[in-house]
């Protein structure tokens, strides 16, 4: 398999959920839309943006909560997800999705697009810290988002957490929140992802 990345985006907790399963999937860059190889990243995925998996047959799945989880069930063992049918497989499919629409596309994504008119920026900025503060309700005192172990949507949740670092969000404030952001930007898997794509972003400015 193939994991269609652009460092430090979205598709780090994808390639943190690759490290975290073991799995022989081969992480790419993307930059514009091209691969690092040079080829054209819309052949790939027709949307332009990542993650994308490229599974053994071909097939391609485009969305990060499918390929989040396609991950974590290619190794079950990894307890990235819990069992299909289980209450908690549910809560991981309604976080992740919360961490995709409401967070990353209502509040992130407008901050950061470059398309998105200054009036809609503003009002982005200004949702930054209620929806922090809704995320560490959600959290509570607990280590991880769903059960007791880490999952794909902690993965999700730290990538969004660097992000909200970056814009000067000061965790500080919901101190249980920094706790976890601390405590797992720390996991092997999260410094290993991390350390590749960071490198590649150097590479890239060199």
Not at 68 to 80: F, I, K, M, T
């Amino acid at each position: 398999m193939e994991l269609f990345a652009s460092p430090m985006a979205c598709s780090l907790a994808s390639h943190i959920a690759v490290i975290e399963a073991g799995l022989p999937v081969k992480v790419r860059f993307v930059n514009g839309r091209k691969t690092d190889d040079g080829g054209d990243y819309l052949a790939v995925s027709p949307y332009g943006y990542v993650p994308a998996l490229r599974l053994d047959d071909g097939a391609v799945l485009n969305e990060g909560a499918s390929v989040l989880q396609y991950l974590a069930d290619r190794n079950p063992e990894s307890g990235l997800a819990p069992a299909w049918g289980s209450a908690e497989r549910y809560q991981l499919v309604d976080v992740l999705h919360y961490l995709g629409t409401e967070v990353h596309k209502r509040v992130f994504y407008n901050i950061f697009s470059t398309a998105v008119p200054a009036e809609a920026k503003e009002a982005a900025k200004a949702e930054l810290d209620p929806t922090l503060a809704a995320i560490a309700r959600r959290l509570g005192d607990r280590e991880t988002l769903v059960g007791d172990r880490f999952t794909v949507a902690d993965a999700y949740l730290l990538t969004l957490l660097n992000w909200a670092i970056f814009l000067k969000a000061d965790l500080a404030k919901w101190p249980a929140l920094q706790a976890y952001h601390q405590r797992h930007l720390k996991r092997p898997s999260v410094v290993r992802a991390m350390g590749v794509e960071m490198q590649e972003r150097k590479r890239r400015a060199a």
